[in-house]
């Protein structure tokens, strides 16, 4: 009985390793060769919002309150199938704690768009978009990445803050990438 009380225990304070381990994606590839990696700080947001933007535009100022909102941007894309699938592997197991928003699968390509609810129905507090199987698609695609010809198979972003996802739907159809209506219509709930 001893015994199995000192492992329940143990295994209670090795709960809050596996949260950082899970957490910790973007960081252990950060600095890997294979791996094309991007964090945008908090500080840069302040920076941003501290710009002089033309405010008498409203879709201007829409886009900055939106910035604004945003304390943390994180992506990475690679080519390596060892990586992607260290990648998918992550992303499932922090799935657990997201709403699956989106799936959509084309010609081998998988992507899926995870939430975190905010503060309300038009707000999240966390974005995570993974974006999965684009060797197949890329591979003749010519893609420079510091001038270097690459393809792509795995690509995964993350937002955090207080998002609203009336403005993130706004620019992904300004953009033109798939996910806008779907984002749209989770905002509209």
Request: aromatic share 4%; hydrophobic share 40%.
């Given at each position: 009985?001893?015994?199995?009380?000192?492992?329940?225990?143990?295994?209670?304070?090795?709960?809050?390793?596996?949260?950082?381990?899970?957490?910790?994606?973007?960081?252990?590839?950060?600095?890997?060769?294979?791996?094309?990696?991007?964090?945008?700080?908090?500080?840069?947001?302040?920076?941003?919002?501290?710009?002089?933007?033309?405010?008498?535009?409203?879709?201007?100022?829409?886009?900055?309150?939106?910035?604004?909102?945003?304390?943390?941007?994180?992506?990475?894309?690679?080519?390596?199938?060892?990586?992607?699938?260290?990648?998918?592997?992550?992303?499932?197991?922090?799935?657990g704690t997201l709403e699956e928003l989106m799936v959509m699968k084309d010609n081998g390509v998988v992507m899926?768009?995870?939430?975190?609810?905010?503060?309300?129905?038009?707000?999240?507090?966390?974005?995570?978009?993974?974006?999965?199987?684009?060797?197949?698609?890329?591979?003749?695609?010519?893609?420079?990445?510091?001038?270097?010809?690459r393809s792509l198979e795995t690509v995964v972003v993350s937002f955090t803050g207080n998002i609203d996802l009336?403005?993130?739907?706004?620019?992904?159809?300004?953009?033109?990438?798939?996910?806008?209506d779907e984002l749209e219509k989770k905002s509209n709930k």
């Amino acid at each position: 009985m001893k015994k199995h009380i000192i492992l329940l225990v143990m295994a209670v304070l090795m709960l809050p390793l596996t949260g950082m381990a899970q957490q910790d994606i973007f960081e252990k590839y950060s600095d890997n060769d294979k791996v094309s990696y991007l964090s945008l700080k908090p500080k840069m947001f302040q920076m941003l919002a501290k710009m002089d933007i033309d405010t008498d535009d409203a879709e201007a100022k829409a886009y900055m309150d939106m910035v604004n909102s945003i304390t943390s941007f994180k992506t990475m894309a690679t080519d390596d199938k060892a990586i992607a699938k260290d990648v998918a592997t992550w992303v499932a197991s922090k799935s657990g704690t997201l709403e699956e928003l989106m799936v959509m699968k084309d010609n081998g390509v998988v992507m899926k768009v995870y939430i975190k609810e905010g503060k309300d129905d038009n707000h999240v507090s966390e974005l995570l978009m993974h974006i999965n199987g684009l060797g197949a698609v890329t591979k003749d695609s010519k893609i420079k990445i510091n001038g270097e010809n690459r393809s792509l198979e795995t690509v995964v972003v993350s937002f955090t803050g207080n998002i609203d996802l009336r403005q993130i739907s706004k620019l992904v159809n300004k953009m033109d990438l798939p996910g806008g209506d779907e984002l749209e219509k989770k905002s509209n709930k």
